[in-house]
């Protein structure tokens, strides 16, 4: 079996549908929505989007290639919170820090990265269908 070749304009598509699917979940009209998604979802679609965004990078790289990368880069994300400097604590104040480098520590957050790197890897690997008439 040869290396898969993602397609990027796809990729690049579901990078900006995942962003706004998570990043939804964080804004004040989801009050009353269920609390898995906003407490939850913003965390695993931002370790989908990693997944997705290391994909469109490497289009050729192995699937399982890309979901260590991506765990490894979102868990290294995650115990990074854990350091807390001043010039660590300013940059997560602004909004690409809080976005890259999240703004604390939570245990549950790599269940969340875990189930949205999974998102990517049976993406993946589900078998493609084409519709006939």
């Known amino acids: 079996m040869g290396k898969p070749r ?6 690049a598509l579901w990078i900006v549908g995942v962003i706004l699917i998570g990043g ?4 004040p009209f989801t009050e009353g929505w269920p609390y898995l998604y906003t407490e939850y979802a913003g965390d695993t679609f931002w370790s989908l989007m ?10 050729t790289w192995k699937t399982i290639t890309v979901a260590l990368l991506t765990l490894t880069f979102s868990f290294g994300v995650e115990f990074s919170q854990l350091i ?3 010039g660590m604590d300013a940059l997560r ?3 690409f820090g809080k976005l890259v480098l999240g703004s604390g ?3 549950s957050d790599f269940v969340c ?8 890897v049976v993406g993946e690997c589900m078998p493609r269908r084409t519709l006939t008439a």
Do not use: D, K, V
């Not at 993602?6 to 990729?11: P, T």
């Not at 990693?50 to 289009?59: A, E, Q, R, T, V």
């Open 6 to 11: 993602r397609n990027r304009i796809r990729y």
């Open 50 to 59: 990693i997944f997705l965004g290391i994909g469109f990078l490497f289009p």
């Open 93 to 95: 104040e602004t909004l």
């Open 24 to 27: 939804a979940s964080r804004l």
């Open 84 to 86: 807390q400097t001043p």
């Open 105 to 107: 520590f939570r245990g």
């Open 113 to 120: 990265y875990s189930l949205g790197c999974a998102m990517g």
